[in-house]
């Protein structure tokens, strides 16, 4: 289970997701520099290309993203898609990419929605697995630029590019589902009330919040679909970085999976502002948000930049 949400307006774009597993994958802070040489198992590799960073898996020098944004501010985010993904024989007609590689390509080489539209119409995405110790997982992806967002799912109906003007996405059933099921809550508000039922009579709320009466809060995909763009409509930005930031992350923290541990969990979220290549995020062992800046040295470094999670705090003494 995962939930990825992009909240943005004139002047602000922010990116990021929820990552929710029942088991540990070791996840460190990646920064991609604009020098390194990307490698693929098909087609050549990119030795010059835009600067990104994100979190993921280092392993024999390739970066496994699950998510993050490049220096022109384009961003994607790896959601499970388990049931409804599939992947396909290599065709020579086109450039045949792996499942894995989508995110480093993307992020190499696109800097917004029309470029990325007109790059995967040229790729197929192939069933080549990383290695026999590590296969490829059902996914689907969001890709967000600072102005528009759109969904990648690849079916037995093909690969499909979907305008996602939600700007959310959680996992299966597959996206034309989701929209679909937006339409029974059109009637969802956060504004006081209205007595519609027996309009005659005086009827006084008993409780702020009624007119949301109904929004899921479960953590089923569809549920944590409503909701996120249910509370991230009422999250408005401003021009205050730090208001932003904790407003984005507590959207998150409306769909994060709050179970024990040994269960599937929320183990992260991350929150990138898309104009200043700015990371932001905070773990499950550590609740305090840290901030990681992916310009100056490290867009010019040649190898890959690998930063911890900070996943330790200390408590706050007062007296």
Do not use: W
């Amino acid at each position: 289970m995962c939930t990825c949400i992009q909240l943005n307006n004139k002047s602000n774009a922010y990116f990021g997701r929820n990552l929710d597993l029942d088991y540990e994958l070791n996840q460190s802070i990646l920064i991609t520099p604009k020098n390194f040489t990307i490698n693929f198992k098909k087609e050549n590799a990119i030795k010059k290309h835009f600067a990104f960073i994100g979190v993921g898996i280092n392993i024999n020098n390739f970066p496994l993203y699950a998510d993050g944004i490049n220096e022109k501010g384009l961003g994607i985010a790896v959601l499970n898609f388990r049931n409804s993904a599939i992947y396909y024989k290599e065709d020579k007609t086109k450039k045949n990419f792996a499942p894995f590689e989508i995110i480093p390509l993307l992020l190499a080489t696109c800097k917004n929605i029309k470029e990325v539209r007109n790059l995967l119409e040229t790729i197929n995405i192939t069933n080549i697995n990383f290695s026999k110790d590590v296969p490829n997982q059902p996914s689907h992806f969001m890709i967000s630029d600072t102005k528009h967002s759109i969904v990648l799912e690849t079916t037995i109906d093909g690969m499909k590019i979907y305008d996602n003007p939600y700007g959310v996405l959680t996992n299966n059933p597959p996206f034309p589902y989701q929209e679909y099921n937006v339409q029974n809550y059109l009637r969802l508000s956060n504004q006081e009330i209205v007595n519609r039922l027996f309009p005659k009579n005086e009827i006084i709320p008993y409780s702020f919040g009624l007119d949301a009466y109904s929004l899921p809060g479960d953590y089923s995909s569809t549920s944590r679909f409503v909701k996120a763009l249910f509370v991230k409509n009422y999250t408005l930005l401003s021009e205050d970085e730090r208001e932003n930031v904790l407003g984005f992350l507590n959207v998150l923290s409306q769909v994060s999976v709050k179970t024990p541990k040994g269960y599937e969990f929320t183990r992260y979220s991350t929150c990138y502002n898309q104009h200043e290549g700015k990371m932001y995020y905070k773990t499950y062992e550590n609740p305090n948000i840290t901030v990681v800046d992916m310009r100056g040295e490290y867009t010019n470094a040649k190898e890959i930049i690998v930063l911890p999670f900070q996943k330790s705090f200390p408590f706050n003494k007062q007296n």
